[in-house]
């Protein structure tokens, strides 16, 4: 069974960083329109300066300065310089096809991860419960052991067993994960 999650985020670690959200269609083409949605909107905003579509993603940029943007850019420097210059966000909206196929059978959710910083899929495949906390515990024992890591670790796997969304933010670890919805009426992802 095939889905089609939507991540819409702030690219990097810019501010809103920890708003990323997803959401999950059971086909491309709602996935496509729900994205088209929310460009037309952006569209209409004087902060818009600039949307770039590259394959799956969508990326939207916003300044409170629209008319220095179309002074500088292209002319006098490149979009990525002038963005890091002046106070401007990149929004960033990426469809990513799962293939939930191979999970028949399985009770236990899986999790899309999200590399905040890299704002890409952090792993190349769609974890367990168990598995995600073991990653992510495994990942932060090895980067931060401070208190502050230990209860950011903990926060998390709160959010794993309790919630639909998880987020850690230690240091340079910055990663969302989205739990995968089951379909209507199953304990399992079988269509």
């Given at each position: 069974m095939k889905q089609y999650a939507v991540i819409h985020a702030v690219a990097g670690?810019?501010?809103g960083y920890s708003d990323t959200t997803c959401e999950f269609f059971?086909?491309?083409?709602?996935?496509?329109?729900?994205?088209?949605q929310h460009v037309d909107t952006y569209r209409e905003d004087e902060m818009c300066v600039r949307i770039e579509h590259d394959g799956d993603s969508t990326y939207v940029t916003l300044s409170p300065d629209s008319d220095?943007?179309?002074?500088?850019?292209?002319?006098?420097?490149?979009?990525?310089?002038?963005?890091?210059?002046?106070?401007a966000s990149v929004e960033v909206f990426r469809v990513i096809e799962l293939d939930m196929s191979n999970r028949s059978g399985s009770t236990e959710s899986c999790w899309l991860t999200w590399d905040q910083q890299d704002t890409c899929p952090a792993?190349?495949?769609?974890?367990?419960?168990?598995?995600?906390?073991?990653?992510?515990?495994?990942?932060?024992?090895?980067?931060?052991?401070?208190?502050?890591?230990?209860?950011q670790l903990t926060d998390f796997i709160s959010s794993v067993y309790y919630g639909s969304h998880a987020f850690i933010d230690c240091d340079d670890y910055v990663m969302h994960a989205f739990r995968i919805p089951k379909p209507k009426n199953s304990d399992s992802y079988d269509s």
């Open positions: 670690l810019f501010e059971p086909n491309r083409g709602f996935a496509d329109k729900h994205i088209k220095d943007y179309k002074a500088c850019v292209p002319e006098d420097m490149d979009h990525d310089d002038w963005v890091s210059e002046n106070d792993w190349d495949y769609q974890p367990l419960c168990m598995s995600l906390v073991a990653r992510v515990a495994s990942d932060v024992m090895d980067n931060d052991q401070s208190v502050h890591g230990l209860e």
